[in-house]
């Protein structure tokens, strides 16, 4: 069975803040509000896109309904899907990251909160899809991120196993998913929310993709295993 690198997709894999920040600022135009600087956005573009919604109305000071919410949500996912590519690109040097992890012997996949047909999308129109052996989302499995199944699923899907696996994201959910399925995790502590419960849960923590490697990896597999 093989070992498995599975990556986190926005704030890890790929920055889409400037697409989801556009859907956004699309949907708040359409409710005659002022656009959301992407700065702004950033911290929450990981967190789905009714999390967006929300954040957005209160800082105009506005509630957000359950009415308003579903077809502001409906707005926000078809403009998305639309111009889920536009602006979103890799982050700098994780594809030559990914290339050293399957020249080490590494499968790689993808475990993320998007929903599968989107996660799938964005990797095709970024050309990145063949890279993956399964691209699972938050509609794949019965349950998603921070539950293990998920991440034990990928993995599964991936024809690896876990011991010699590893989970990559940019948040505390990744951390506590890969702790909770008993799987090595690295922080990325330049993606959209490594805050200090992450940064102290995470096996390894890197601020740049060029230390990641196969030996790397399994490295900090190994110091996982001395955790337990």
């Given at each position: 069975m093989?070992?498995?690198?599975?990556?986190?997709?926005?704030?890890?894999?790929v920055?889409?803040?400037?697409?989801?920040?556009?859907?956004l600022?699309?949907c708040?135009?359409?409710?005659?509000?002022d656009?959301?600087?992407?700065?702004?956005?950033?911290?929450?573009?990981?967190?789905?896109?009714?999390?967006?919604?929300?954040?957005?109305?209160?800082?105009?000071?506005r509630?957000l309904?359950?009415?308003?919410?579903?077809?502001q949500?409906?707005?926000?996912?078809?403009?998305?899907e639309a111009?889920i590519?536009?602006?979103?690109?890799?982050?700098?040097?994780?594809?030559d990251a990914?290339?050293?992890?399957?020249?080490?012997?590494?499968?790689?996949?993808?475990?993320?909160?998007?929903?599968?047909r989107?996660?799938?999308?964005?990797?095709?129109?970024?050309?990145?899809a063949?890279r993956?052996a399964?691209?699972?989302?938050?509609?794949?499995?019965?349950?998603?991120?921070?539950?293990p199944?998920?991440?034990?699923?990928t993995?599964?899907?991936?024809?690896?196993?876990p011991?010699?696996?590893?989970?990559?994201?940019?948040?505390?959910?990744?951390?506590?998913?890969?702790r909770?399925?008993?799987?090595?995790?690295?922080?990325?502590?330049?993606?959209?929310?490594?805050?200090?419960e992450?940064?102290?849960?995470a096996?390894?923590?890197?601020d740049?993709?060029?230390r990641?490697?196969?030996?790397?990896?399994?490295r900090?597999?190994?110091g996982?295993?001395?955790?337990?």
């Open positions: 093989a070992d498995v690198a599975v990556f986190d997709l926005d704030g890890t894999l920055d889409t803040a400037p697409d989801l920040a556009a859907s600022n699309h708040l135009a359409a409710a005659g509000m656009a959301v600087p992407l700065a702004l956005v950033r911290p929450h573009a990981g967190h789905g896109a009714r999390v967006m919604l929300r954040e957005a109305y209160r800082w105009d000071g509630v309904g359950e009415d308003e919410e579903n077809e949500l409906a707005r926000f996912l078809g403009h998305y111009h590519a536009v602006q979103s690109r890799p982050f700098p040097g994780v594809l990914m290339d050293r992890l399957l020249a080490g012997g590494f499968t790689l996949a993808i475990c993320t909160n998007k929903h599968e989107l996660a799938a999308l964005l990797m095709a129109e970024l050309g990145l063949d993956f399964a691209i699972c989302g938050a509609d794949t499995f019965a349950r998603r991120k921070p539950d199944i998920h991440l034990t699923g993995i599964d899907r991936s024809g690896g196993h011991d010699g696996s590893i989970m990559i994201g940019d948040t505390i959910t990744d951390v506590a998913t890969a909770a399925a008993g799987i090595a995790s690295v922080l990325v502590d330049f993606g959209y929310a490594p805050d200090p992450a940064r102290a849960g096996t390894a923590v890197i740049d993709y060029a990641l490697d196969a030996g790397f990896a399994r900090t597999v190994a996982a295993k001395l955790r337990r």
